[in-house]
């Protein structure tokens, strides 16, 4: 489909356009109607020269946001290679309250600096006057670094916007996320494809990520499909889904991760290997491998029906420092979902792949369930039982996170 673009930038009475390019998301129209729309006045009696201006559509020159402004996005807003999306400290981006088709995608070779402080966070949030889960999709990254989704130096494509990823560059940089919220987001798409708060394709680990928080999210909180990005102090609260979730070969580091649920949520982390809808494809074949270290997960009570920890596919995983509470299964390790008489998750835990060191277990009925069909015990899989005290989220969380 050939896109149209439209840019109408109104400002004081000046037209200016800004140049476009096409992707295969649905037909754009960009339309500014900040004279019309802009009621900002300066206290003091002067304007303050604000303007409220709505974002979408695919940018192939920079987009410098100006704190003086207030931002809408109502569309897909989608940054090409080569670009760059700078946010300020302190600014709230509203999204249209309009579902999956509202998001903020970096394309790959294109980069976010979103870089708040712990006084003045970013928030990127539902413009609903009573907003919920699902109202937007929510924040896209995409990347360059390896996926297990492909082979060499094939390119994956994203569930949300058909927007390519993965690549070799380990090293890959999509910029900054630092003190930043997401928050109501997680729109459907369809039965299959649904936007997290914040996902990451392919994404390197040259980029920073840091002090980044996911709340009310209607699917996963913070998804990884593959790459080596490495996030530290990450909060997930209310996601009505996974709250974080990996996939396609993913080998970074998360530190200092904090998970609460609500009234409706799945697992605090399920981990795949690979993604069982496309397949093991890399050659040679790798499983997602991350080290997540200082992990607390607080659940609802060992009485619900619910895991903390689902390792499924052939992942491999180090946890160490970790608190687990309320839960009826700490730990779920299952088989292979596509070849069932493959066994690659427990053979992770035999050869040392998987392992978790210091742990506190808090109102879990069942620490440990095998269902892999590979023979290992607890202590083979855990060590330090009761040593772990997770992370200091009341700490590291303070004054700029919320729903804790």
């Known amino acids: 489909m050939k896109n149209r673009i439209l840019f109408g930038f109104a400002l004081l009475g000046a037209l200016a356009m800004t140049s476009c390019a096409s992707d295969d998301t649905a037909d754009i129209n960009i339309t500014d109607n900040s004279v019309v729309n802009n009621t900002t006045t300066n206290p003091g009696g002067g304007s303050t020269g604000g303007q409220t201006i709505f974002l979408s559509g695919t940018y192939t020159e920079d987009l410098e946001l100006d704190a003086n402004n207030?931002?809408?996005v109502n569309g897909s807003l989608i940054m090409a290679a080569g670009t760059t999306l700078r946010v300020p400290a302190g600014m709230t981006v509203e999204a249209l309250a309009a579902g999956s088709d509202v998001y903020i995608a970096i394309s790959?070779?294109?980069?976010?600096?979103?870089?708040?402080?712990?006084?003045?966070?970013?928030?990127?949030?539902?413009?609903?006057?009573?907003?919920?889960?699902?109202?937007?999709?929510?924040?896209?990254?995409?990347?360059?670094?390896p996926v297990n989704s492909v082979s060499g130096t094939a390119t994956s494509t994203s569930e949300i916007a058909s927007l390519p990823y993965g690549g070799t560059d380990a090293a890959d940089n999509s910029g900054t996320l630092r003190y930043v919220r997401v928050q109501y987001s997680g729109g459907s798409a369809d039965g299959q494809s649904e936007n997290n708060g914040?996902?990451?394709?392919?994404?390197?680990?040259?980029?920073?990520?840091?002090?980044?928080?996911v709340f009310e999210g209607k699917d996963d909180g913070i998804e990884f499909f593959g790459g080596t990005v490495d996030v530290d102090f990450a909060a997930v609260i209310g996601a009505q889904d996974d709250s974080?979730?990996?996939?396609?070969?993913?080998?970074?580091?998360i530190t200092n991760a904090y998970v609460k649920h609500g009234a409706d949520h799945d697992k605090g982390i399920e981990a795949d290997g690979f993604n069982t809808d496309i397949g093991n494809n890399s050659n040679p074949i790798y499983f997602s491998a991350p080290t997540v270290n200082n992990l607390t997960i607080i659940g609802l009570g060992?009485?619900?029906?619910?895991?903390?920890?689902?390792?499924?596919?052939?992942?491999?995983?180090?946890?160490?420092?970790?608190v687990l509470e309320g839960y009826n299964e700490g730990f779920d390790l299952d088989t292979d979902p596509v070849v069932p008489a493959d066994h690659p998750t427990g053979e992770g835990v035999v050869s040392g792949e998987t392992q978790v060191t210091d742990i506190t277990f808090i109102d879990i009925n069942?620490?440990?369930k095998n269902d892999t069909g590979i023979m290992f015990t607890e202590a083979d899989l855990i060590s330090g039982d009761g040593n772990g005290t997770g992370t200091d989220f009341a700490s590291w969380g303070a004054g700029w996170?919320?729903?804790n």
């Not at 966070?121 to 670094?145: C, E, H, K, N, Q």
């Not at 974080?244 to 580091?253: A, F, K, L, R, S």
């Open 244 to 253: 974080i979730d990996w996939t396609e070969g993913y080998t970074g580091t």
């Open 70 to 72: 207030t931002y809408k």
């Open 108 to 145: 790959v070779g294109a980069q976010i600096e979103a870089i708040g402080t712990a006084d003045n966070p970013i928030v990127f949030t539902s413009d609903a006057s009573a907003p919920a889960a699902g109202d937007w999709g929510g924040l896209i990254l995409l990347g360059d670094a």
């Open 198 to 213: 914040i996902s990451f394709y392919g994404v390197g680990n040259g980029t920073i990520v840091e002090y980044v928080q």
């Open 401 to 403: 996170t919320v729903g």
């Open 302 to 322: 060992s009485a619900n029906s619910s895991e903390a920890v689902r390792l499924r596919a052939g992942t491999r995983a180090m946890f160490n420092n970790v």
């Open 366 to 368: 069942v620490k440990v």
